[in-house]
């Protein structure tokens, strides 16, 4: 058992009911309330979700709230809405025009508040500068910014004109936007001169300048960040301050049907190709709408921070959609957690008041690391409540992000979810359910959630099993770009009539879900999705790789760390040197999130008589587990010897 899981047990019985004020004030007061909102929309799912969809704005009423089965369903049929509508024309007709909509921070300290009037107004700008520059409704757009106003402001104007927006991250490099590139079809790229990083500028127009070697589009739209040199191509490279900032303020929003894409956002899957999963606009609408205000149960006067990357999809639905669609003022903090000092964020909180705070367990783990001195230094008292995403939190991080970051006083909403899954599917809805430390506690109402086994058998309670939804919900992914016969296979190929999210998990007898982590090659750095198989594509790319196999080990601080096995080129000797090439190759390929923490060169890789490559064993093997079980398919098992002795004098 790992070292969470041990922990998981120890600590499985202690829970934590919300504080008796919390809870009284909250949407969903009491665990009885939350049971019947539950069997309401699963006895009713139709009646739940066409009341909630009711809460939006709707151009034109959906004729039919669902329709199909598995796996192509579609929601709100008929419907016509305009999600940049809803999050900002809709909040002003209320009467929050004058409210603050983003609240900036850059990381040199620069500050920003927007209101909702002022933002429309600039998605207005950025929507008509689009349409002057030629994007139409249903044209593809990369986002590959930092995290400033204007990212969320890009991503508000593609919403509004109907552009299929496609955010990366700006971690990633040149030859992964390029690959994006090509694979959504892209004509338009938005990104900025620079953004900060811990003082540095991280170079995003040279990263695009680059992509477009091999992926050619036919306009890029540049926003000055960093005011660093850049080249410039006459014809298709246009300033943001030249376009957005000259064009008009008005513009109409246009009805989109409810199935209109909204946007593709690529995630790893198992092979090494990225999936770009597929959301469309009424559903994914509803989805971030209806899970913000449950799971944060939001407030009038809150300051919702979520940490997340807008590159990422916490960061597409709680940073900029289902906080604004709330009419919730989202906090944007551009930089580095710990620059210039360990306690930016809580130097934040304190000074914007935040009253909530969603961030990634890995995070949180680096805090406990650098020292409670930090935050102790703060005035943290405004938040209110804490959220975690992105892995299994261990509980002894759980606790210190309860005592140190919460005062004991802040419920903890441990939400899982997917960039498939659009929104938020199982978390404590936090004045209802009592927490435990590690678990994501129970599904939100209208999802359907099981575990069970390969027969698609629930299982028993506390016996591990697949974690599957077994209905649908408006926020799914419809499909993969390009590829809707690996959305079936993926997704709904592996479970009989039921979606497989790739996730172990196991329920407790308080009918409490404790996600184990993936069960496919899929692993999970800090919070990022990866696959085995695309960072050994990127290895067997190098010119002295022959084979490549690469496996994950636990890791304390990022969950899990990447180890790379890898045979050389005939000629070729395995040396710290080629190791760092083969680092750097990888973060060219992929980006630094991708880099392997060790690289082992062996001259051979353990493989089945058939010819694969036994994982178990190189996971074993990285971990520092002695090598259990069945080693009789192994073709040279005195292969494994030799790795094992290698392994340990990397480098
Ligand atoms: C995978 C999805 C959607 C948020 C960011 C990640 C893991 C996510 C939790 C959690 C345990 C979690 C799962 C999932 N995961 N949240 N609360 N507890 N594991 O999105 O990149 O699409 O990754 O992240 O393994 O399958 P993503």
């Known amino acids: 058992m790992s070292e969470s899981g041990i922990e998981s047990v120890l600590t499985e019985n202690r829970s934590f009911e919300a504080p008796a004020a919390f809870a009284k004030a909250a949407r969903v007061k009491s665990l009885g309330e939350y049971e019947a909102l539950y069997r309401r929309a699963d006895e009713d799912p139709d009646g739940y979700w066409s009341e909630v969809a009711s809460e939006l704005h709707w151009h034109a009423p959906w004729s039919s709230l669902r329709s199909g089965v598995f796996p192509d369903c579609t929601w ?79 991503m508000l104007a593609c919403a509004r004109i109907g552009a299929v927006h496609s955010v990366v991250f700006g971690g990633f490099s040149a030859g992964a936007l390029a690959d994006r590139i090509l694979d959504a079809g892209i004509e338009t790229v938005i990104t900025a001169d620079g953004g900060w990083r811990r003082g540095s500028v991280l170079e995003l127009k040279k990263n695009v300048d680059d992509a ?72 994914y609408m509803v989805g971030a709408y209806q899970s913000t205000k449950l799971v944060f149960d939001l407030k009038d006067d809150d300051i919702f921070w979520c940490t997340a990357d807008v590159g990422w999809i916490t960061g597409h639905s709680y940073v900029v959609y289902g906080a604004l669609l709330n009419g919730t003022t989202t906090l944007v903090y551009e930089g580095a957690p710990n620059h210039p000092q360990p306690d930016r964020f809580w130097e934040l909180i304190a000074k914007h008041k935040a009253t909530i705070l969603y961030t990634a367990p890995t995070a949180i783990r680096a805090f406990m690391r650098w020292g409670d001195e930090w935050p102790n230094k703060h005035d943290l008292s405004s938040l209110r409540l804490l959220g975690t995403v992105g892995e299994p939190i261990n509980p002894s991080a759980w606790m210190w992000y309860r005592e140190v970051i919460g005062g004991e006083r802040c419920p903890i909403v441990d939400t899982w979810w997917q960039t498939e899954t659009g929104s938020i599917m199982l978390s404590p809805l936090p004045g209802a359910i009592a927490t435990k430390p590690g678990s994501c506690t129970r599904p939100l109402p209208g999802v359907s959630a099981k575990i069970v086994d390969k027969q698609g058998v629930e299982c028993a309670a506390n016996v591990g099993g697949f974690l599957v939804i077994d209905k649908p919900w408006p926020s799914m992914l419809r499909t993969i770009n390009g590829d809707h016969d690996r959305f079936v296979q993926t997704y709904f190929g592996e479970i009989e009539g039921k979606y497989f999210a790739g996730d172990g998990a196991r329920r407790d007898p308080d009918g409490y879900f404790w996600v184990m982590g993936r069960v496919d090659d899929v692993i999970n750095v800090s919070g990022h999705r990866l696959s085995t198989m695309e960072v050994e594509s990127a290895l067997v790319s190098h010119p002295k790789v022959a084979e490549a196999a690469v496996v994950a080990k636990p890791d304390e601080l990022k969950g899990q760390a990447i180890v790379a096995f890898v045979t050389p080129m005939k000629g070729e000797k395995g040396s710290s040197a080629l190791s760092a090439e083969l680092r750097q190759h990888v973060v060219t390929q992929i980006g630094a999130l991708a880099r392997p923490e060790e690289i082992h060169f062996a001259d051979a890789l353990p493989k089945t008589r058939s010819g694969k490559i036994m994982r178990r064993l190189l996971r074993d093997l990285a971990s520092g587990n002695t090598t259990a079980g069945d080693v009789s398919t192994l073709e040279d098992a005195s292969i494994l010897t030799t790795l094992a002795a290698q392994y340990g004098d990397e480098e």
Request: with cysteine.
């Open 212 to 283: 477009l070697v091999t992926a050619p589009v036919k306009r890029v739209l540049v926003v000055k960040r960093c005011a660093n040199p850049v080249s410039w191509q006459e014809g298709r490279d246009h300033w943001w301050h030249d376009r957005v900032d000259a064009a008009s303020s008005e513009h109409q929003a246009p009805a989109l049907e409810a199935e209109h894409p909204l946007f593709i956002l690529y995630t790893s899957g198992t092979t090494g190709k990225p999936k770009g999963i597929v959301h469309t606009t009424g559903g």
């Open 76 to 154: 709100f049929d008929g419907g016509e809405t305009n999600l940049a509508f809803n999050c900002l024309d809709a909040q002003i007709a209320k009467g929050l025009g004058d409210k603050t909509a983003i609240l900036f921070e850059g990381e040199p300290g620069d500050q920003q508040s927007i209101s909702f009037s002022e933002l429309r107004a600039k998605v207005c700008q950025c929507a008509n500068a689009l349409l002057d520059l030629g994007v139409a409704k249903g044209d593809r757009v990369a986002i590959y910014m930092p995290m400033i106003p204007e990212a969320a402001i890009a």
